[in-house]
T-cell receptor
């Protein structure tokens, strides 16, 4: 149980392109989803917390207009990197939990490479 | 803000050896979690701890929630090559708060 699917697993695109990443909870309803960014050989850095039906809460220093998050249903959250540039290249990982007391389960991540 | 110190940063061991890693926090946590991450994949939950003093096993893995609520350790017994990966501790101050992650322990197991 507690499977989280993230798609796509890898994206390579030109600078200026907007990229959408999907995160789905397959066998549970995720009231809260989280988006992380991970640099090579580093830990996970929380970007934003997404609650179904409400606006995402962004961490300090994360541009909400740059990283658009939509959590329209209890099983789907999307992260759109708008007008991506090479410095946005990174490994983006989502996680989901069904309610506050439960641990987060992670997707397999999306490797984003901006040329 | 919260600080979570995880050690060691890396370990190189022989197959069959036991491994221990730990995390300490500057603040009290009410949840400790241990994850393993393989290259190019997301972290996978290994063990969740919810009570001070709790000792929980998952196969060859054993983790404990420290009595002070500011630390946790993970032990791996009789390591095998597939134990290779990065192990992260993570903690939460309250049920609704976000996770704080340690910096990870890179484990290498030589056959």
């Amino acid at each position: 149980g507690a499977v989280v699917s993230q798609h796509p697993s890898r994206v390579i695109c030109k600078s200026g392109t907007s990229v959408k990443i999907e995160c789905r909870s397959l066998d549970f309803q995720a009231t809260t989803m989280f988006w992380y960014r991970q640099f090579p050989k580093k830990s996970l850095m929380l970007m934003a917390t997404s609650n179904e039906g409400s606006k995402a809460t962004y961490e300090q220093g994360v541009e909400k207009d740059k990283f658009l998050i939509n959590h329209a249903s209890l099983t789907l959250s999307t992260l759109t990197v708008t007008s991506a540039h090479p410095e946005d290249s990174s490994f983006y990982i989502c996680s989901a939990r069904d309610h506050q007391g439960q641990p987060q389960h992670f997707g397999d991540g999306t490797r984003l490479s901006i040329l | 803000g919260q600080q979570l110190n995880q050690s060691p940063q890396s370990m190189f061991i022989q197959e069959g050896e036991d491994v221990s890693m730990n995390c300490t926090s500057s603040s009290i946590f009410n949840t400790w979690l241990w994850y393993k991450q393989d290259p190019g994949e997301g972290p996978v939950l290994l063990i969740a701890l919810y009570k001070a003093g709790e000792l929980t096993s998952n196969g060859r893995l054993t983790a404990q929630f420290g009595i002070t609520r500011k630390d946790s350790f993970l032990n791996i017994s009789a390591s095998i090559p597939s134990d290779v990966g990065i192990y992260f501790c993570a903690g939460k101050e309250t049920s609704g708060s976000r996770l704080t992650f340690g910096e990870g322990t890179q484990l290498t197991v030589n056959p």
